[in-house]
C-alpha cells in the first residue's frame, strides 16, 4: 500500500523517536479497495503530550482529551490519536472519557465496523484482528464485536453504515442490519448537522436506494414524512409502483448529485397527502407539486440545510410536473425563471420521473429530447433569456433620459419582446424602439 510522502513523514518521525504509528481506519480501507483516501489518520502508542514534543511548531494540540494532535505538513493536515480504550458513552455520540493503551489492537476493538478497523506501517505490517479484509474482499459490513453496543455507543454509526452501504456497494451482515433496526431511535439524540452530512452522502451512492428500499423506518426517525409514501397504493394506469417504489426508481435514474438525488426523494412527498379517488376508483394527487414542495421546504431546514442547496431542491420539487411546451418561447421563459443549471437539472428530474413510472408511458422522454435540443441550440445561438444577455442595459436608457424605476421597467419591456420574438436581440433596434415609445408619449 503506498503511502504519500506527508503522511510517511509523520510516521516516519514517531518511529525514529521510538514510537509505534499506524496508519489506520477509513484510509486503509479505501487503498485496500484501490481508491484515493479522502483523510490519512494515523494511530500511535506517543502520549498526545509525546506527539507534542516529537513535533514542536508543527503540532498544534485539536483533542488532547482524546487523544489527538493535528501536524501540519506542506501537503496538508494529519491527525495522529494515541491508542485509547472509549469509556462510557453518555449522549449516543461521544464518550465520556478515554483511557491511552499501548496496545494498537485494543485501539481497533473500539472501532464501528470491521472494515475500518485494519492498520499498516511503514514496514507493510498489517493488523487486522477482526477480519476486516475478508469482509472488505467479500463487500460485507459488519460491525466490531457486538453491533448493539457499537450503536448504542453512537447512533450516527447508523447512518455510517447506511452510507458505506450506499457508496461502496457493499451488503450489510444481517446482525448488524438487524441491530441498525432496533437502535433506530438513538438518531433522536444526533445534531441535525451531522445527520445531514451522513445521509447526503448516502443520497450520492451507487446503491442509494437499495438502502433507502431495505430500511426506511430509520430514517422516518428524522423525516417521518418519507414513511406515508411506504406502500402507498397510487391506483393509476401511469403508475406501475406505489409512491415509495416510484421515488426509489426516480431516485436511481438520476446521476448521484445530493441536489438531484434529494429532489427525487422529495418531489412526490406530498401525494399521500393529495390523493382523491374519482368515480371509477382511479386515483389522483391534484396539486401534489405544491403541497411537496411545502413539506420538502419544512424538512429541508429541520436538517439545517444551507439556504442554496434547500431552494434549489425544493424549486426542482415545484417545478417537476410542470408542463414546459417545446416551443423557443416556452423554453427561454424557463431558462429566464430557473437559469441554465437549474433547467437542465430539471429535465434529468422529468427524464426519472417519467422512468419510475409504468414503461408503456416511457414515450415522455422523446419530448423531453427535443426540449434538450431546444435548449442546446437556443444557448449555442446566444439567446437571450436575462437582463445580462439583453444588448442594451441601464446606462444605455439612462442616455435616453429614462431615470429611477422606469429604467427598470423598460428594461425588463424589451427583454419580454425579445424573449416572445417580437423584436431581435439588437442595440439599434432595441434603442430606436425605445425612442419610437417615449416619442409616443410624449406627443400623448
Not at 1 to 22: C, N, Q, S
Not at 92 to 106: G, I, L, N
Not at 144 to 159: K, N, S, T, Y
Not at 235 to 257: I, Q, S
Amino acid at each position: 500500500m503506498e503511502t504519500p510522502k506527508h503522511v510517511e513523514y509523520v510516521l516516519t518521525i514517531l518511529e525514529a523517536a521510538g514510537h509505534a504509528a499506524w496508519c489506520v481506519g477509513g484510509c486503509v480501507r479505501d487503498a485496500l479497495l484501490g481508491r484515493t483516501p479522502e483523510d490519512w489518520d494515523v494511530t500511535t502508542s506517543a502520549r498526545p503530550e509525546e506527539t507534542l514534543a516529537v513535533f514542536g511548531s508543527r503540532a498544534l494540540p485539536t483533542g488532547l482529551k482524546h487523544g489527538t494532535v493535528t501536524i501540519k505538513t506542506e501537503e496538508g493536515p494529519v491527525e495522529v490519536t494515541t491508542y485509547r480504550i472509549d469509556g462510557a458513552y453518555q449522549d449516543h455520540r461521544h464518550p465520556a472519557s478515554v483511557t491511552f493503551t499501548r496496545s494498537v489492537d485494543q485501539d481497533l476493538a473500539r472501532r464501528d465496523f470491521t472494515v475500518n478497523a485494519m492498520a499498516w506501517n511503514l514496514r507493510g505490517e498489517f493488523r487486522d484482528p477482526w477480519g476486516g479484509r475478508t469482509d472488505l474482499e467479500k463487500k460485507v459490513l459488519r460491525c466490531v464485536g457486538d453491533p448493539d453496543r457499537r450503536f448504542q455507543e453512537d447512533a450516527l454509526r447508523i447512518l455510517r453504515g447506511l452510507r458505506f452501504g450506499a457508496t461502496l456497494g457493499f451488503s450489510i451482515e444481517p446482525g448488524t442490519e438487524e441491530a441498525i433496526r432496533r437502535n433506530r431511535e438513538g438518531l433522536r439524540d444526533i445534531a441535525a448537522e451531522r445527520i445531514q452530512v451522513e445521509f447526503f452522502k448516502l443520497l450520492a451512492g451507487k446503491q442509494a436506494a437499495e438502502v433507502l428500499r431495505s430500511c426506511p423506518e430509520v430514517f422516518g426517525v428524522f423525516w417521518p414524512e418519507l414513511l406515508a409514501m411506504v406502500g402507498f397504493d397510487q391506483k393509476n394506469r401511469h403508475h406501475c409502483y406505489d409512491v415509495w417504489e416510484h421515488t426509489l426508481h426516480a431516485l436511481a435514474a438520476v446521476p448521484g448529485d445530493p441536489v438531484l438525488r434529494c429532489a427525487m426523494l422529495l418531489h412526490d412527498v406530498g401525494k399521500p397527502a393529495s390523493f382523491t379517488l374519482d368515480e371509477m376508483g382511479v386515483g389522483h394527487f391534484y396539486g401534489h407539486p405544491a403541497v411537496s414542495h411545502q413539506m420538502a421546504e419544512e424538512m429541508l431546514r429541520r436538517l439545517k440545510c444551507a439556504t442554496e442547496f434547500r431552494e434549489t431542491v425544493v424549486r426542482l420539487v415545484e417545478w417537476h410536473d410542470k408542463d414546459i411546451p417545446r416551443t423557443d418561447k416556452s423554453i427561454r421563459r424557463a431558462l429566464r425563471i430557473l437559469g441554465e443549471e437549474d433547467l437542465r437539472r430539471l429535465i434529468l428530474v422529468k427524464r426519472a420521473d417519467n422512468l419510475g413510472q409504468a414503461p408503456e408511458f416511457w414515450d415522455r422522454q422523446k419530448e423531453l429530447d427535443k426540449a434538450e435540443e431546444i435548449l442546446n441550440r437556443l444557448l449555442a445561438e446566444d439567446a437571450c433569456f436575462s437582463l445580462k444577455r439583453l444588448a442594451v442595459n441601464g446606462r444605455d436608457l439612462l442616455a435616453l433620459g429614462l431615470s429611477g424605476p422606469a429604467v427598470g421597467r423598460a428594461l425588463e419591456e424589451l427583454l419580454e419582446k425579445v424573449m416572445d420574438g417580437a423584436l431581435p436581440n439588437e442595440r439599434e433596434v432595441l434603442l430606436a424602439y425605445l425612442q419610437r415609445d417615449l416619442g409616443t408619449e410624449k406627443g400623448t
